[in-house]
Protein backbone atom coordinates (compact mmCIF):
# COMPACT_ATOMS: atom_id res chain seq x y z
CA UNK A 1 0.00 0.00 0.00
CA UNK A 2 1.59 3.75 -1.23
CA UNK A 3 0.36 6.18 1.52
CA UNK A 4 1.17 9.61 0.81
CA UNK A 5 1.80 11.48 4.07
CA UNK A 6 0.56 15.20 4.23
CA UNK A 7 1.75 17.29 6.47
CA UNK A 8 -0.81 18.80 9.05
CA UNK A 9 0.46 22.38 8.19
CA UNK A 10 -0.33 22.45 4.36
CA UNK A 11 -3.63 20.71 4.44
CA UNK A 12 -4.98 23.74 6.82
CA UNK A 13 -2.82 26.11 4.78
CA UNK A 14 -2.11 29.58 6.16
CA UNK A 15 -5.22 31.32 5.53
CA UNK A 16 -7.22 28.89 7.12
CA UNK A 17 -4.59 29.15 10.22
CA UNK A 18 -4.80 32.80 10.94
CA UNK A 19 -8.34 32.77 10.24
CA UNK A 20 -8.49 30.02 13.00
CA UNK A 21 -6.34 31.91 15.41
CA UNK A 22 -7.82 34.86 15.05
CA UNK A 23 -11.07 33.28 15.95
CA UNK A 24 -9.90 31.93 19.41
CA UNK A 25 -7.88 34.46 20.60
CA UNK A 26 -11.48 37.04 20.53
CA UNK A 27 -12.68 34.42 22.91
CA UNK A 28 -9.32 34.40 24.68
CA UNK A 29 -9.63 38.11 25.16
CA UNK A 30 -13.26 37.90 25.90
CA UNK A 31 -13.19 34.80 28.83
CA UNK A 32 -13.47 35.37 32.76
CA UNK A 33 -10.78 32.84 33.18
CA UNK A 34 -8.30 33.51 30.88
CA UNK A 35 -8.19 37.13 30.03
CA UNK A 36 -6.32 38.08 33.16
CA UNK A 37 -3.19 36.00 31.80
CA UNK A 38 -3.47 37.61 28.54
CA UNK A 39 -2.13 41.31 27.50
CA UNK A 40 -5.57 43.53 26.86
CA UNK A 41 -4.34 44.13 23.29
CA UNK A 42 -3.74 40.23 21.78
CA UNK A 43 -2.36 41.60 18.60
CA UNK A 44 1.11 39.89 19.11
CA UNK A 45 -0.11 37.35 20.61
CA UNK A 46 -1.95 36.44 17.62
CA UNK A 47 1.06 37.08 15.41
CA UNK A 48 3.25 35.03 17.13
CA UNK A 49 0.77 32.42 17.91
CA UNK A 50 0.36 31.95 13.88
CA UNK A 51 4.26 31.84 13.98
CA UNK A 52 4.33 29.03 16.67
CA UNK A 53 1.18 27.11 15.22
CA UNK A 54 2.71 27.12 11.43
CA UNK A 55 5.99 25.15 12.96
CA UNK A 56 4.02 23.00 14.81
CA UNK A 57 1.71 21.99 12.36
CA UNK A 58 5.01 21.11 10.33
CA UNK A 59 5.03 24.91 7.67
CA UNK A 60 8.41 27.14 8.02
CA UNK A 61 10.33 27.66 11.39
CA UNK A 62 8.70 30.99 11.33
CA UNK A 63 8.53 30.95 15.59
CA UNK A 64 12.11 29.71 16.05
CA UNK A 65 13.69 31.67 13.12
CA UNK A 66 12.57 35.34 14.90
CA UNK A 67 12.47 34.15 19.19
CA UNK A 68 14.18 30.93 19.48
CA UNK A 69 13.15 27.55 20.47
CA UNK A 70 9.75 27.45 21.86
CA UNK A 71 10.51 26.16 25.36
CA UNK A 72 6.83 26.51 25.85
CA UNK A 73 6.35 24.93 29.30
CA UNK A 74 9.31 27.88 30.43
CA UNK A 75 7.65 30.48 28.71
CA UNK A 76 4.08 29.95 30.52
CA UNK A 77 5.53 29.32 33.79
CA UNK A 78 5.34 32.74 34.92
CA UNK A 79 1.46 32.66 34.28
CA UNK A 80 -0.83 30.76 36.47
CA UNK A 81 -2.15 27.77 34.45
CA UNK A 82 -4.60 25.31 36.01
CA UNK A 83 -6.34 22.81 35.25
CA UNK A 84 -9.47 24.85 34.94
CA UNK A 85 -7.64 27.55 32.51
CA UNK A 86 -6.77 25.06 30.19
CA UNK A 87 -10.13 23.38 29.55
CA UNK A 88 -10.94 26.95 28.98
CA UNK A 89 -8.20 27.60 26.61
CA UNK A 90 -9.57 24.70 24.84
CA UNK A 91 -13.24 25.95 24.87
CA UNK A 92 -12.41 28.61 22.87
CA UNK A 93 -10.49 26.78 20.14
CA UNK A 94 -13.52 24.42 19.73
CA UNK A 95 -15.18 27.14 19.34
CA UNK A 96 -13.16 29.20 17.18
CA UNK A 97 -12.51 25.38 14.98
CA UNK A 98 -16.27 25.08 14.81
CA UNK A 99 -16.84 29.23 13.40
CA UNK A 100 -14.11 28.64 11.08
CA UNK A 101 -15.86 25.43 9.77
CA UNK A 102 -12.84 23.59 10.67
CA UNK A 103 -13.99 20.09 10.02
CA UNK A 104 -13.03 15.97 10.11
CA UNK A 105 -10.30 13.96 10.95
CA UNK A 106 -7.72 17.10 10.63
CA UNK A 107 -9.68 18.81 12.81
CA UNK A 108 -9.84 16.19 15.48
CA UNK A 109 -6.00 14.93 15.02
CA UNK A 110 -5.24 18.76 15.47
CA UNK A 111 -7.35 19.00 18.84
CA UNK A 112 -6.05 16.06 20.53
CA UNK A 113 -2.55 17.45 19.86
CA UNK A 114 -3.84 20.55 21.61
CA UNK A 115 -5.25 19.09 24.44
CA UNK A 116 -1.86 17.22 25.03
CA UNK A 117 -0.17 20.80 24.96
CA UNK A 118 -2.74 22.27 27.36
CA UNK A 119 -2.42 19.98 29.95
CA UNK A 120 1.00 20.02 29.44
CA UNK A 121 0.95 23.70 30.22
CA UNK A 122 -0.77 23.43 33.71
CA UNK A 123 1.77 24.39 36.52
CA UNK A 124 -0.98 25.46 40.07
CA UNK A 125 -3.98 23.73 41.29
CA UNK A 126 -7.70 25.13 40.82
CA UNK A 127 -8.34 28.15 43.02
CA UNK A 128 -10.04 25.78 45.00
CA UNK A 129 -7.81 23.26 45.09
CA UNK A 130 -5.42 25.05 46.50
CA UNK A 131 -4.25 24.68 50.07
CA UNK A 132 -5.42 20.64 49.62
CA UNK A 133 -2.36 19.58 48.68
Not at 76 to 97: G, N, S
Request: proline letters at 6%; charged letters at 30%.
Amino acid sequence: MNRKYTIPYEEIGAEKLSELLHAFYERVGRHPQLKSIFPEDLTETTRRQIQFQTQYLGGPNLYSDEHGHPMLRARHIPFKITPDRAQAWLECMKEAMDEVGLEGKFRDVYYQRLVLTANHMINSPNEDEEGLE
